[in-house]
């Protein structure tokens, strides 16, 4: 149970924060609206921290990622006893931060119709449409990040939970802006899903049939990396 409880409440922590984040840049009459990438990459990374602090003090490895959970399960690295309930915490805690933001925001959708108030707030878009090269953004995006996340050890002690939020800030900004680097699919289908099911006014397609690239390519990029670190 403990590495179900860190796991939810740290993905809780990480999407409340982060689709805030693209919600207060994205919707009209907010304060942050027109913030850009920049603010996006760094509030993300930011929430990455604050997401596996909350994790590792609740008792989880502070994974908060589908795509590390599971190729670290297939490596040897994970037990995967434990599986179940991490990807359970994930998907679930990803749903519920995603609810707390269409509350958080409700006026701010409403006011929202049109530009900006789509999907986007809550899960990932290309910038260019090409399902082959949008794949291979996120295996090789994901590669990175968790071929760098192997080599800091247990990354839920002291400072590294920076350092990991340092990592997805500068994955963000020099390989996110292709297809807005899920890198984790419990970070895009749980949102994503919240957005299709929930009353958000105004919204429009939730963009399915675009959802298996940021389920498949993390994933991919997450065993890549792992089977690499393996092997050298």
């Avoid at 434990?82 to 359970?88: D, I, K, S």
């Avoid at 807005?180 to 699919?185: T, V």
């Avoid at 298996?212 to 065993?223: A, E, R, S």
Wanted: hydrophobic share 50%; glycine share 14%.
């Amino acid at each position: 149970m403990h590495g179900f409880i860190g796991e939810f409440f740290g993905t809780m922590i990480l999407i409340l924060l982060g689709c805030g984040a693209c919600a207060s840049n994205s919707l009209k009459k907010s304060y942050g609206q027109g913030s850009g990438w920049l603010f996006i990459c760094f509030s993300w990374g930011m929430t990455v921290t604050m997401g596996v602090y909350v994790a590792g003090v609740l008792g989880s490895a502070g994974h908060l990622n589908p795509a590390v959970t599971l190729p670290f399960a297939l490596t040897g690295r994970f037990p995967w006893s434990q599986v179940p309930a991490y990807l359970a915490g994930q998907f679930l805690g990803a749903f519920c931060g995603a609810a707390l933001v269409i509350l958080h925001f409700y006026p701010h959708f409403k006011a929202s119709k049109g530009a900006g108030n789509n999907v986007g707030v809550f899960a990932t878009r290309p910038a260019i449409a090409n399902p082959l090269f949008n794949f291979l953004s996120e295996v090789i995006a994901t590669f990175a990040f968790v071929f760098i996340l192997i080599n800091l050890g247990n990354f839920t002690t002291g400072l590294k939970p920076l350092i990991v939020g340092l990592l997805i800030m500068v994955v963000g900004t020099c390989l996110g802006t292709t297809t807005g680097f899920a890198l984790n699919p419990a970070r895009d289908w749980a949102p994503r899903l919240a957005y299709t099911i929930l009353p958000v006014p105004h919204k429009t397609s939730a963009e399915w049939g675009y959802a298996w690239v940021p389920l498949c390519g993390p994933l991919v990029g997450g065993l890549v990396a792992c089977g690499v670190a393996a092997a050298i």
